[in-house]
């Protein structure tokens, strides 16, 4: 079945500082990518999707492409807050199924 | 504001005892979702349910049990059988087209452990 690989966090950034998480997949056909949010405490919330290759999703400044290329959707900002520390999920529909595969999470803390 | 609610936040059970986790939605969403949230695990699926009065076991749907009787509620029961049920628990709901790229939908959680 479809499955996800994001780099394991925790990352560390200083405010301002450049974001780059990682996310691959493998994947039967081009499935719709996303990144899901959870802020502390709470639960996940979409972050942003891309619907077929080639394409983007943006969100609150932050980017990934859809690439087929090189089967990934990596997720990028050029400035982050404080505010965007949180745990990271890429994810991808499980193959067939109303069922979706999460990534394990990277977790992103910025200091001040 | 249409949303998903979770009941308790918080719950505390002996060793033992069966407990039951509420979520309801007013989003009209077909389909409902448990997942399992441990750390440095991601979330893993424990059932969904894609129609009232139907439901299906994920990857990990032993020692749990739910059911759908209505199409806004999906309640998960954490029976004794589940070895280590200490968890944070969220539920979700879809559209039906998740596989064509609509969002799921989370509640905020329900955090269950086991004295």
């Known amino acids: 079945g479809n499955s996800v690989t994001q780099m394991e966090g925790p990352v560390t950034l200083s405010e301002e500082a450049f974001l780059t998480i990682n996310c691959t997949y493998t994947?039967?056909?081009?499935?719709?990518l996303f990144w899901y949010v959870q802020y502390p405490g709470e639960g996940l919330q979409l972050l942003l999707k891309?619907?077929?290759?080639?394409d983007k999703g943006s969100n609150k400044g932050f980017e990934a492409t859809y690439r087929k290329e090189t089967t990934s959707f990596h997720l990028e900002k050029g400035s982050v807050q404080v505010s965007d520390s949180a745990v990271y999920f890429c994810a991808l529909p499980s193959g067939g199924y109303q069922k979706v595969t999460f990534g394990t999470g990277t977790k992103l803390q910025v200091i001040p | 504001d249409g949303g998903i609610t979770q009941s308790p936040k918080y719950l505390f059970r002996k060793e033992g005892q069966n407990v039951t986790l509420s979520c309801e939605q007013n989003l009209n969403h077909d389909a409902m979702y448990w997942y399992r949230q441990d750390p440095g695990q991601g979330l893993r699926l424990i059932y969904y349910?894609?129609?009232?009065?139907?439901?299906q076991k994920g990857d990990i749907a032993e020692g749990y049990s739910v059911s759908r009787e209505k199409k806004e509620s999906f309640p998960l029961t954490v029976t004794s059988a589940q070895k280590n049920p200490t968890a944070f628990y969220l539920c979700?709901?879809?559209?039906?087209?998740?596989?064509?790229?609509?969002?799921?939908?989370f509640g905020p959680g329900t955090r269950l452990t086991v004295l």
């Open positions: 349910s894609q129609i009232v009065n139907d439901f």
């Open positions: 979700a709901s879809s559209t039906r087209e998740v596989a064509g790229g609509d969002t799921q939908y």
């Open positions: 891309a619907t077929k290759a080639d």
């Open positions: 994947a039967t056909g081009y499935p719709s």
